[in-house]
């Protein structure tokens, strides 16, 4: 697992993703630090600094974690994690141990900004209830970090893992607006739509999956189309199903060409 952490934290900073979303970071709780807290005099870092930038974490967490499994999964190597004397729990934890550090770095500025304001002249209350503020953000990224991880790991594709990763992130910033709209009966019609939606995209699966399998799965299907409509089966397949009609039109085309008469011009 330590092998995979620091593989982990320096493919990071290897190129200039890990550099370009710290400074993004940064720069983020700079602004408000500097238009807030320093502007107004405000001893507040938690609410002021903090809070505002928890909708920045939307696009930083993604971002982070798109390329954790999708990368390893895209280039194969994914299976000399699998084949390496290590659990599948070590290779988890270690990419996101790996991942949890990187966060840290822009969350040991903010600690620093935090003996800014005390130096400046705010408390100790005041000081520990901001260290406090600034430990339940770094374990919320933690907690959006795991959910980024798994995204990951669900697909090769990075792009598709951020993008997965921003609407998971996004609806779990929106819930406590989204719960205050749902009434008890609002809530069971959402349900009910759920499964109904969730329903009918399998039986479209099934249905789109009959036509890849061949002539006589389609033969089958076709007996219970609605009464009326042309019969497509017939032209598609033989009588019983099991032979196509194009193969017996190219098995007719093949005779006649064999038949056909080559003539035959004197030298």
Known sequence: MIAIFKREVRSSFHGMIGYVLTAFMLAATAIYFVALNLGYGLTDFGYYTLYRTTFVLLLYIPVLTMRSFAEERRTRTDQLL???PVSVWEIVLGKFFAL???FA???????????VLAALGATGTATLANLAALLCYYLMGCAAIAI????SSLTENQIIA???????????????SLRSMFTAGSA???????AIAAVLSVVAGLRTRSFTLGCPTLWGWC???????PDLCGLLCGADGTVPAAEQLADRSVQRGAQRAVPVHAV
């Open 105 to 115: 770095l822009p969350c040991l500025a903010d600690a620093v900004m935090i003996l």
């Open 82 to 84: 699998l084949t390496s």
């Open 100 to 102: 949890c550090v990187i």
């Open 162 to 176: 951020a993008v997965a990763g921003v609407a998971a992130l996004l609806l779990a910033y929106m819930m406590p």
């Open 188 to 194: 069971v019609a959402l349900a009910l739509f759920t």
């Open 223 to 229: 007996r219970l189309r609605v009464a009326g409509l």
């Open 148 to 151: 980024g991880v798994f995204l």
